[in-house]
């Protein structure tokens, strides 16, 4: 009986962080969206705002035991938090300028431009088959592109900006934390106040402080209020997104991701209205069947190579 109940509570305690990672993952993508187009609020500010609660909330999680941090030297993660402000700045402008749809399908191109880049600087080999699913997912990428009717030079521009530096600062926060032995979290915790610190320097450099659109500018109380939600769902989305690669596995992760891809898709179309043509339809499932591919032959290659470690004698 014991037993039961203790399986009941861990099952309630994974479909809830299941539930936040869904809700949080989602709604951060409407609630930017929201913001960009009904109050104008400038982006840099926003995603300021984003670190500075995201550390702040991470600060409370240590203090309640959730995490343990770890002293790291400064001077080795400030590359990496420049990428951190890059990543998210170019990310968020991407979706100020472009359709739902073609801001989750471009953000679908970050798998190839991580395994170019592994491939030409860290000379890491891919097997074939994974080599093969990039094409179905750039394929789908470029047909949406064409035939998006809000097609613009500036979004594409970001969406491309935000795509490299996504990529790359995926790609050094796996070397960070191999090298300095540090989970996500503990990289999070040092990495978060020192992005605010570059953001709140080149903020006045390129976003008014006053006036209407300023930092300070009569922003209305249901719009600073929508911001500040907006940066507690960016810091759910964190901190679920640790706490669910640490309690399942990763084909859990990987199908629930899949799960949000479609489900923003279709609420882009659905709440903003965001047109779509059969040819775009057909580069979005283009693109779907690829990274589905992606993940099958990744996490088969995964599975195998564990087989062998334990069959070693």
């Not at 953000?107 to 170019?116: D, Q």
């Not at 491939?119 to 990428?141: A, H, M």
């Not at 996504?166 to 996500?184: C, D, I, M, P, R």
Request: aromatic residues 14%; positive net charge; glycine residues 8%.
């Amino acid at each position: 009986m014991k037993q039961t109940l203790l399986n009941l509570s861990a099952n309630g305690r994974l479909i809830a962080g299941l539930l936040v990672n869904l809700l949080s993952s989602i709604c951060i993508v409407f609630i930017n969206k929201w913001i960009y187009v009904h109050y104008g609020f400038p982006n840099m500010t926003l995603t300021l705002v984003h670190f500075v609660v995201t550390w702040l909330g991470l600060y409370v999680c240590q203090k309640m035991d959730i995490f343990a941090p770890k002293s790291l030297p400064i001077r080795s993660i400030v590359w990496l938090a420049l990428s951190f402000c890059g990543f998210v700045a170019f990310t968020n402008l991407s979706l100020q300028n472009n359709a739902i749809g073609t801001y989750q399908l471009a953000k679908a191109m970050t798998t190839p431009v991580i395994i170019l880049i592994q491939t030409t600087y860290y000379k890491k080999t891919f097997s074939t088959k994974i080599k093969l699913t990039l094409l179905p997912i750039t394929l789908g990428v470029i047909l949406n592109s064409y035939f998006d009717v809000r097609f613009n030079m500036l979004g594409t521009v970001f969406a491309t900006l935000g795509v490299l530096v996504t990529s790359l600062y995926q790609v050094w926060v796996g070397a960070k934390q191999h090298e300095l032995q540090v989970n996500s979290m503990q990289l999070l915790y040092y990495q978060a106040p020192l992005s605010s610190g570059f953001l709140l320097c080149v903020v006045p450099m390129f976003e008014p402080l006053t006036g209407d659109g300023g930092i300070f500018g009569p922003w209305s109380l249901p719009a600073l209020a929508t911001v500040l939600f907006s940066g507690v769902v960016a810091f759910l989305v964190n901190l679920s997104i640790y706490w669910i690669i640490g309690n399942t596995s990763a084909v859990t992760y990987n199908m629930f991701g899949h799960f949000k891809f479609c489900i923003t898709l279709v609420g882009g179309y659905l709440i903003f209205h965001d047109p779509i043509s059969i040819n775009q339809a057909l580069g979005i499932l283009c693109t779907l069947a690829g990274i589905l591919s992606y993940t099958h032959f990744k996490l088969a290659e995964q599975e195998e190579g564990k087989s062998r470690l334990t069959q070693r004698p």
